[in-house]
């Protein structure tokens, strides 16, 4: 069955750097775009960036363009989240998800991981 | 860029009503129109794509309508389990917005 395991979340002081990784299983990985969606707490949800099924297009929202890259390991099958420069503002739970076939969506989801920017 | 506002906030029903939740797009999204439900604690879940299309697994009493910048999520018969945050969302490769949910709750 088609699993997204979020890991790399924790309590970081701002204008520090945390690395947040998505590993995936039960599908072929390397066919699907894949993004990174987050939640601050109590709140809704906020699409963060994409990338492509062979890493090689990649989109941000622009509350974290230059701040964050998204990458992909098709090898091992493996997202990953390279936050710098964190503020505040980006405490939140960050989910990856699967682009479902045909643009119809996000179909999969990881359990999330929490990332507290705090002094 | 593109705004979707969704409405009401907050919805109060009871079993077996019909619940209806609109989301508006500042401007014309074609088909690309997504519905979650969210309950708390977890991943937000996918019931239906491309404004209508049903999910697989997903039970029928959801319903996803419209186009352009109108859209609309009918569910047809509350259930216990259907008492959770529903979020809209307008998609394409590059980016995509989530409207800012509607929490359904128990009347």
């Known amino acids: 069955q088609v699993q997204l395991v979020e890991s790399g979340g924790g309590v970081v002081q701002p204008g520090r750097s945390l690395r947040l990784s998505c590993a995936a299983s039960g599908f072929t990985f390397s066919s699907y775009a894949m993004h990174w969606v987050r939640q601050a707490p109590g709140k809704g949800l906020e699409w963060v960036a994409v990338?492509?099924?062979?890493?090689?297009?990649?989109y941000y929202a622009d509350s974290v363009k230059g701040r964050f890259t998204i990458s992909r390991e098709n090898s091992n099958n493996t997202l990953d989240l390279q936050m710098h420069s964190l503020r505040p503002d980006d405490t939140s739970v960050y989910y990856c998800a699967r682009r479902a076939p045909g643009a119809a969506g996000y179909d999969y989801w990881g359990q999330g991981t929490l990332v507290t920017v705090s002094s | 860029d593109i705004q979707m506002t969704q409405s009401p906030s907050t919805l109060s029903a009871s079993v077996g009503d019909r619940v209806t939740i609109t989301c508006r797009a500042s401007q014309s999204v074609t088909n690309w129109l997504a519905w979650y439900q969210q309950k708390p604690g977890k991943a937000p879940k996918l019931l239906i794509y491309k404004a209508s299309s049903l999910e697989s697994g997903v039970p029928s009493r959801f319903s996803g309508s419209g186009s352009g910048t109108e859209f609309t999520l009918t569910i047809s018969s509350l259930q216990p389990d259907d008492f959770a945050t529903y979020y809209c969302?307008?998609?394409?490769?590059?980016?995509?917005?989530f409207g800012q949910g509607t929490k359904v709750e128990i009347k």
């Open positions: 990338i492509s099924y062979d890493g090689t297009n990649k």
């Open positions: 969302q307008q998609y394409n490769f590059y980016s995509s917005i």
